[in-house]
């Protein structure tokens, strides 16, 4: 079983900055692939960034050049460093682990951290 605690999160102006952590326990952290996601009120969950288990990365294009996702399998977490902040990125932002198998994929995700930017 994957448990991901998620941290970081608040309240920030527009045009600030956070950096979110979701620390994994599971054994061999660096097997899985990782992913932030998103979840503003009335909309559906939406990818924010992943970071694949060779350090690929990926970005909404909502993000790009904002967002930045990194890992540290050393520790077992990875990061979402949130630059130029906008009234947009509103929103619970839930941290993703999954296994890819030959048959099939298994989902982990976080209880979810709350970040509110204000305009």
């Known amino acids: 079983q994957v448990q991901l605690v998620e941290s970081g999160g608040g309240l920030v102006q527009a045009g600030g900055s956070l950096r979110l952590s979701c620390g994994a326990s599971v054994s061999l952290f660096s097997v899985y692939a990782m992913a932030w996601y998103r979840q503003a009120p009335g909309k559906q969950r939406e990818l924010v960034a992943t970071?694949?288990?060779?350090?690929?990365?990926n970005y909404a294009e909502s993000v790009k050049g904002r967002f930045t996702i990194s890992r540290d399998n050393a520790k077992s977490t990875v990061y979402l460093q949130m630059n130029s902040l906008k009234a947009d990125d509103t929103a619970v932002y839930y941290c993703?682990?999954?296994?890819?198998?030959?048959?099939?994929?298994?989902?982990?995700w976080g209880q979810g951290t709350q970040v509110t930017v204000s305009s």
């Open positions: 993703n682990a999954r296994r890819i198998l030959t048959y099939a994929n298994l989902d982990y």
């Open positions: 970071i694949s288990n060779s350090g690929n990365t």
